[in-house]
C-alpha cells in the first residue's frame, strides 16, 4: 500500500513570494490534515478536511494560508506571501475516519525555508 | 486548552540501556494517548496508543501506560538499539492531534 506523497520535498523562497505544497493521501482515506511543525516543536495542525469539505481550520492564518481538497482526493496548501516565520515542516497525514482514536499516517513532510 | 509535557533531550544512552522518556498531559475529558516516533529524513509513524485509563500500548519492545490519576503516558523500553535513535513525540487526541514538543534519543554501539 502506497502511503501518503508529499512534493515537493524541499522549498526555497524569499519572504513575500508565494509558494504551494502538494499532498496525496492514502487511497481510500476521507480525511486529510496539514500540520506545521517548527524546529524543536511538535506538529500544529492547521487544517483538517473530511472528504472535499473543512473540519477544521481554527488555527490557519487565513489571511495568508489557504489551503483546498478538490474531488475529495489531493489537497494544496498554499502560502501567500511568505514571512519568515513560516519556515517550518510542513506534513501531510490521512486517515480511515475522523474518528479520534484511529491512526493517522503522515508522510514525508515538506521542509519550507524562507530568507 | 489541551497540552502534552515531555521531558526535554537529547536522551543519550548506550545500546541495551533501559529508557524512559516522561510525558504528562492536560486535557478535559477522556482523551486518547499517542507514541509517535520521527526516525531522520522520515514522517512521523504511530508507535503505540491507548484509548482509555489502564490500557498498556505497546510495540516493538516499547510500552506506555495511560495513568488517569498521574495524567501520564511514560514511554518505556527495557533494552535500546542504535536503530531506535530518532525523536519521540507524545500526543493526545480530544478531537484532533494536539503534540508535545519531541524528545531525541541517540543510542550509541
Known amino acids: 500500500e502506497a502511503g501518503v506523497a508529499q512534493s515537493p520535498r524541499y522549498k526555497i523562497i524569499e519572504k513575500r513570494q508565494s509558494v504551494a505544497f502538494w499532498c496525496n493521501p492514502i487511497s481510500g482515506h476521507a480525511t486529510l490534515y496539514w500540520y506545521q511543525q517548527i524546529l524543536g516543536q511538535g506538529p500544529k495542525l492547521l487544517i483538517q478536511?473530511?472528504?472535499?469539505?473543512?473540519?477544521?481550520d481554527s488555527q490557519l492564518p487565513k489571511d495568508r494560508f489557504s489551503a483546498e481538497r478538490l474531488k475529495g482526493v489531493d489537497s494544496t496548501l498554499k502560502i501567500q506571501p511568505a514571512k519568515l516565520e513560516d519556515s517550518a515542516v510542513y506534513l501531510c497525514?490521512?486517515?480511515?475516519?475522523?474518528?479520534?482514536?484511529?491512526?493517522?499516517?503522515f508522510g514525508p513532510g515538506t521542509r519550507l525555508t524562507v530568507t | 486548552g489541551d497540552s502534552v509535557t515531555q521531558m526535554e533531550g537529547p536522551v543519550t544512552l548506550s545500546e541495551e540501556a533501559f529508557l524512559t522518556i516522561n510525558c504528562t498531559y492536560t486535557?478535559?475529558?477522556?482523551?486518547?494517548l499517542f507514541w509517535y516516533v520521527q526516525y531522520p529524513g522520515e514522517g512521523l509513524q504511530l508507535l503505540l496508543k491507548?484509548?482509555?485509563?489502564?490500557d498498556k500500548g505497546s510495540n516493538k519492545g516499547f510500552e506506555a501506560t495511560y495513568r488517569k490519576e498521574t495524567t501520564s503516558f511514560h514511554l518505556e523500553k527495557g533494552s535500546v538499539q542504535v536503530s531506535d535513535s530518532a525523536v519521540y513525540f507524545c500526543a493526545l487526541s480530544a478531537g484532533t492531534l494536539t503534540f508535545g514538543k519531541g524528545t531525541m534519543l541517540l543510542v550509541s554501539p
Open positions: 491507548a484509548t482509555k485509563a489502564d
Open positions: 486535557a478535559t475529558g477522556y482523551p486518547s
Open positions: 478536511f473530511q472528504n472535499n469539505g473543512v473540519v477544521d
Open positions: 497525514a490521512s486517515s480511515s475516519t475522523g474518528t479520534v482514536s484511529y491512526e493517522q499516517y
